[in-house]
Nanobody, 120 residues
């Protein structure tokens, strides 16, 4: 099994910054794509950013130029650097990893979620 543990959420003023981290652990054989979703109250879940094992990234248009996804393959960790935060970025953020283990083929695992609140 693969476990994902997130950290780094919190309360920040508009224009501020936060850095989310998500570390994967377990009997991991390999991790392909990692990324972040978010879900605000009353809204559908939204894919925010993804990064492949080779470092190719993609972003939803609303965060381009403000949020940056990166990963450390040696640590099985994905990061989301969040700058110039806006109130509309307020949501629960969930990381995911498409990972295989010594006993399972590629499947998606999820973090428990971390709350980001942007408010003055």
């Amino acid at each position: 099994q693969v476990q994902l543990v997130e950290s780094g959420g919190g309360l920040v003023q508009p224009g501020g910054s936060l850095r989310l981290s998500c570390a994967a652990s377990g009997s991991i054989f390999s991790i392909a794509t990692m990324g972040w979703y978010r879900q605000a109250p009353g809204k559908e879940r939204e894919l925010v950013a993804t990064i492949t094992s080779g470092g190719m990234t993609s972003y939803v248009d609303s965060v381009k130029g403000r949020l940056t996804i990166s990963r450390d393959n040696a640590k099985n960790t994905v990061y989301l650097q969040m700058n110039s935060l806006k109130p509309e970025d307020t949501a629960a953020y969930y990381c995911f990893a498409d990972a295989s283990t010594r006993s399972t083929m590629l499947r998606t695992s999820w973090g428990q979620g971390t709350q980001v609140t942007v408010s003055s």
